[in-house]
């Protein structure tokens, strides 16, 4: 029985298959159910995050061009970072200014913020990129934008990835600069910018 009513609240967000963090709305409808007593407001200027191709001269890859930035549910209160064409369904961003850093941060109607993710994996080309509730850890706020979109803004950071890869929708990436002999990347990814895009 237990299995089943666990069973039960974790299959929607499955079958919804892109799901924000609190449910599939559209941002209209995350900021009508905003609380009006919340405590949590953006920091900045809210924008949305779209790719553009580092590369148009491939037109395979044209699939990965003009993508909004969003969540795909995988847990309570973790999300992949994944991308979609329909524009409704962008995550709100804003970028907030601390003393300890710049965070990517996301508004998705909650009383708290939700923060842009960097993964690592020891030894690898590229890694997993996450949008999770609450402020990220102060070492991970080194988010700025440059001319060609958002970068984190550390050394070990080459670019960003989007692969179609173990969701049903394509998958958000960074690069690690880490080089190899074989440094060709999987036909099913494209590297991109992430540029924004005002609301």
């Known amino acids: 029985m237990k299995f089943q009513s666990l069973f039960s609240l974790a299959l929607p967000a499955t079958v919804m298959g892109l799901a924000l963090?609190?449910?599939?709305?559209?941002?209209?409808?995350?900021?009508?159910?905003?609380?009006?007593?919340?405590?949590?407001?953006?920091?900045?200027?809210?924008?949305?995050?779209?790719?553009?191709?580092?590369?148009?001269?491939d037109t395979s890859l044209s699939k990965f061009n003009n993508l909004y930035l969003t969540a795909f549910h995988t847990g309570a209160g973790t999300n992949d970072a994944v991308l979609t064409a329909d524009k409704d369904s962008a995550a709100t961003g804003f970028l907030n200014e601390t003393?300890?850093?710049?965070?990517?941060?996301?508004?998705?109607?909650?009383?708290?913020?939700?923060?842009?993710?960097?993964?690592?994996?020891?030894?690898?080309?590229w890694a997993p990129v996450t949008i999770n509730a609450g402020l990220a850890e102060a070492g991970d706020g080194f988010f700025t934008f440059t001319p060609s979109g958002l970068v984190w803004n550390v050394t070990q950071f080459d670019g960003w990835l989007v692969c179609d890869w173990w969701h049903t929708t394509p998958q958000l990436f960074w690069k690690t600069g880490v080089a190899y002999s074989n440094s060709s990347l999987p036909t099913s990814?494209?590297?991109?910018?992430?540029?924004?895009?005002?609301l």
């Open 21 to 57: 963090p609190i449910g599939f709305y559209n941002r209209d409808e995350f900021l009508a159910k905003r609380d009006a007593a919340a405590s949590f407001e953006p920091t900045g200027d809210e924008y949305l995050l779209k790719t553009q191709l580092v590369s148009n001269n």
């Open 189 to 198: 990814c494209a590297e991109v910018h992430l540029v924004k895009e005002s």
């Open 99 to 125: 003393a300890d850093g710049s965070y990517q941060e996301f508004d998705f109607g909650t009383e708290f913020p939700w923060s842009l993710e960097i993964g690592y994996e020891p030894y690898t080309a």
